[in-house]
């Protein structure tokens, strides 16, 4: 008939959210449910006793931390890799299965983590002595997810940020500003202490991303005046190439993970949809452009970068679909 457009086949929001939440994942399911649906799925504590959970809580070191399995000194120390591997498995347990610091594994790991806070307030180790803003920001959205938004030590990690932010708005990491490898930058003996920020260079999508994930966790500060100016910001580089080579090509923006690790458009639209920012057309056009990925199944065609486990898909689905719910927009 005249003036009718064919009918839209893509699954509906609340389709894709029933199907997660029918999953074999009880983790998966329980969010779906509680995210998505606004079910009452219970208490979360439920999912600690999952047999992966306490797989990996049975790993645990006595001072809170994970080891890190391999590693060469000659990239960074045990004590280094050891702090890396402890924020990959803390992500694992907040993200997957909602620990938080009520559980005596949770509150153990995050003490180690503080342990890694040096006086200047950043969490440092990872790239040796230098500053590793972008691991700063992760490990800071874990702690507050996990109960320490109030903790006086995340106020000092934000303090750190905000004293060594670009002037363009966002953040960078002053080894890569100062073209610094990584790796040659970890030497003490040519670099004892970290290279100063140059905040006339621009920010890097890639790090203020990772930044803004440790504000829009925080229930005040994602609304403060430094995290809009950083945000809109952000906003602008959806998809455009970054200013420093990591990651810098414009389809990393689609190589994705959970949990979350470096930016990506997943990573993106979460954090701005926490921090409440308007639908503006660049956010509109990126789930439009997630839409289009869209298998028959649900799950999308985006490659998937770290981890093996079967379920990632379907987590990062979930991660999609949480974003859209918070701006009342159907996936």
């Given amino acids: ?22 999953l074999d994942n009880p983790a998966i399911a329980y969010f779906a ?3 998505l649906l606004d079910e009452d799925a219970g208490p979360v504590s439920a999912l600690w006793e999952l047999r992966e959970a306490r797989r990996i809580v049975a ?55 503080f342990s890694c806070q040096s006086r200047e307030g950043d969490f440092r180790g990872i790239y040796g ?23 006086p030590r995340i106020a000092r990690g934000f303090a750190w940020l905000l004293s060594v932010r670009q002037d363009d708005g966002g953040w960078a990491v ?19 202490t970290p290279i100063a920020p140059v905040t006339s260079r621009p920010s890097s999508h890639l790090v203020t991303g990772m930044v803004l994930r440790a504000f829009a966790a925080h229930p005040s500060r994602r609304k403060s005046g430094e995290a809009r100016r950083a945000a809109a910001w952000f906003v602008s580089r959806l998809y455009h190439r970054d200013a420093y080579p990591d990651r810098g090509a414009p389809d990393y923006w689609e190589r994705v993970s959970f949990p979350f690790w470096f930016t990506d458009i ?37 490659k998937i970068v770290r981890g093996k486990l079967p379920d990632l898909p379907w987590w990062i689905c979930l991660a999609i679909c949480r974003s859209c719910q918070r701006w009342g927009v159907h996936f």
């Avoid at 005249?2 to 997660?20: E, H, N, S, T, V």
């Avoid at 070191?61 to 050891?82: A, F, K, M, T, V």
């Avoid at 959205?141 to 109030?150: F, N, R, V």
């Avoid at 949809?273 to 660049?282: K, Q």
């Fill in 1 to 22: 008939m005249a003036g009718l457009r064919p009918k839209d086949r893509r699954p509906r929001a609340i389709d894709l959210a029933a199907r997660l939440a029918g």
């Fill in 266 to 302: 997943v990573t993106a639209l979460d954090t701005l949809s926490r921090m409440e920012w308007s639908m503006e057309p660049a956010i509109a056009a990126a789930i439009d452009r997630l839409r289009r990925r869209r298998r028959k199944d649900g799950t999308l065609l985006l």
């Fill in 33 to 35: 449910r509680r995210d």
């Fill in 129 to 151: 002595p230098q500053y590793a803003t972008t691991y700063h920001g992760a490990i800071m959205e874990l702690l507050i997810k996990s109960g320490y938004a109030d903790d």
């Fill in 174 to 192: 002053p080894l890569r500003v100062a073209r610094v490898p990584y790796m040659e930058a970890q030497d003490l003996g040519r670099y004892p």
């Fill in 59 to 113: 790993r645990q070191n006595l001072d809170g931390s994970w080891r890190y399995p391999g590693g060469q000194e000659r990239i960074r120390s045990r004590e280094n890799y050891d702090q890396l591997e402890t924020f990959r498995q803390v992500a694992i347990l907040v993200e997957m299965f909602g620990f938080d610091r009520e559980h005596p594994a949770l509150a153990r790991a995050a003490e180690y983590l």
